[in-house]
């Protein structure tokens, strides 16, 4: 795959010359950032851009080390061995990306290990193999920092195992090229998006956990584009989305009629 085939990614300062970087010298990438800035687009990116196969695990409470690895299965009557998506990147080549490893149970983080250290290797208990890991293998993981809670945190033993990248909402005008690009709007009724943005982000921690994303505000405009209304468009995806409490959802609909008018 070339660079050209590459999923479209607006860089905001040296990260993709870092992730290459890492790549070359088999080192694991751990990127940290809000919901939405573009995290997993980055990876699709960069793995487009090297060239290499992508295998994107989402973590959750419920993803075992086998959900990584592999794991028996009846096929055909015979119990045959299949490999997970960890598995299949060290045994072929390519980039594991582990989307929101925070979430993810104690035991995967334990097979991760061993391949985030001099070693690069991925046993497998199971079928008693030992793989190492190929030139071309490399581990990335991302999580949201501001998830982060006592029960819910990854181990220093964990993060200083990794080259770290803190990745964080563009400035205006890069937002504002990512907007246009994604959604055709004019460049102006982008730049009215994210202006308002920009307000939305500043309630952050007073009656906001999250702050609005890029992901969303693309999606807003992708509906003006499509020709919703303004403010059904950002209520949908600039509102709804960020509260359930109603003099929350009521005081950013404030915003957006002060910013659109209506």
């Not at 964990?158 to 990512?178: H, S």
Request: proline residues 6%; glycine residues 6%; charged residues 25%.
């Amino acid at each position: 795959m070339s660079a050209v085939e590459a999923p479209y990614y607006e860089p905001v300062g040296h990260e993709r010359e870092l992730f290459e970087y890492a790549f070359h010298r088999k080192l694991p990438l751990l990127l940290k950032g809000p919901t939405g800035c573009g995290k997993t687009r980055f990876v699709s990116h960069m793995a487009a851009r090297l060239g290499l196969p992508l295998q994107t695990v989402a973590c959750h409470d419920d993803l075992t080390a086998s959900d990584l690895t592999g794991r028996y299965l009846l096929q055909g009557g015979e119990t045959v061995w299949t490999d997970g998506p960890l598995t299949r990147a060290v045994r072929h080549g390519g980039l594991c990306y582990l989307d929101e490893v925070v979430e993810a149970r104690k035991d995967v983080t334990v097979v991760m290990h061993p391949l985030t250290d001099d070693r690069r290797v991925l046993p497998l208990d199971r079928t008693g193999e030992t793989l190492e890991a190929p030139e071309d293998f490399m581990m990335v993981a991302s999580y949201n920092p501001g998830y982060q809670h006592v029960l819910k945190s990854l181990k220093p033993s964990t993060r200083q195992r990794f080259v770290a990248l803190e990745l964080d909402f563009p400035p205006p005008e890069q937002e504002l090229a990512i907007v246009v690009h994604e959604s055709d709007l004019a460049r102006e009724r982008a730049r009215a998006l994210v202006n308002l943005a920009v307000r939305l982000r500043e309630l952050k921690g007073q009656d906001l956990e999250e702050a609005v994303s890029t992901r969303l505000l693309v999606y807003c405009a992708r509906l003006m584009q499509a020709g919703m209304p303004v403010l059904q468009a950002c209520r949908a995806t600039l509102v709804e989305p960020l509260s359930d409490d109603a003099d929350v959802r009521e005081g950013l609909m404030e915003t957006i009629r002060a910013t659109f008018g209506g």
